[in-house]
């Protein structure tokens, strides 16, 4: 598969803090790029998020995001977490 969406629907909050949510398992263990729905789109997306780390992996998930989003306006997010960290 090239994309795997995933239906987002919520667990109880107790079930979630105990176990985490399968979503969020899925998130953090997917080779291949994962999509969460919670709610089916009443139209196309007026903005997307890219994020990127300069990795070749991320490169492509952007260029698949860009490709997905053809219509949207796109921005491009790098997040270091160096830089939150004290000194």
């Known amino acids: 598969a090239e994309l795997v969406v995933v239906g987002a629907y919520?667990?109880?909050y107790w079930r979630q803090v105990?176990?985490?949510s399968t979503a969020e398992r899925l998130l953090r263990s997917s080779r291949i790029p994962l999509l969460l729905a919670r709610i089916a789109a009443a139209a196309d997306y007026g903005k997307a998020i890219l994020?990127?780390?300069?990795s070749e992996s991320a490169e492509r998930a952007a260029a698949f995001g860009a490709v997905m989003a053809a219509t949207s306006h796109k921005f491009l997010v790098h997040a270091d977490e160096?830089?939150?960290e004290p000194h």
């Open 10 to 12: 919520g667990e109880s």
């Open 51 to 54: 994020a990127i780390d300069f």
């Open 82 to 84: 160096r830089l939150l």
């Open 18 to 20: 105990l176990l985490g």
